[in-house]
């Protein structure tokens, strides 16, 4: 048996809500980062999912009581300004049975999608081959 293994990173974007953002990435283990000239601007991305961050639940001490799993581009979706876009891009492979390609155009108002291998087949489709296969 394998395990799927993702990998995702984000464009840098604003938010209305720093400490928010912060303490959504603390909690799912998110890498934040910081734009080198451009104040106020983050980027996200971590070995993992970005529509299955596995999350601490916390009692109201602050003590660990378990885990849950959150999308992370609903999350942050709540936390975009107006005018604001954040674009994740994620890969991700189950040993090479299958390999996926998969980006999020998110605004605080909209989420777009898009799967690489629908894209692929559609093209393919276009160029005269009705059916191909990706994975096993």
Known sequence: MANYM???RSSY???TDEAALRELANRGCVS???HDTEPGLFALGDYNSVTE???ELLDEEGNFIGHEYISLVEEIQKLLPDGEVAVFIEGGHEKLRYVVGECWVVT???CRFLDLATWAREQAKELGKEHIQ???
């Open 6 to 8: 993702a990998t995702y």
């Open 32 to 34: 934040v980062f910081e």
């Open 53 to 55: 961050i596995e999350m």
């Open 108 to 110: 605080n108002q909209e």
């Open 134 to 136: 990706l994975d096993y």
């Open 13 to 15: 974007f604003s938010v």
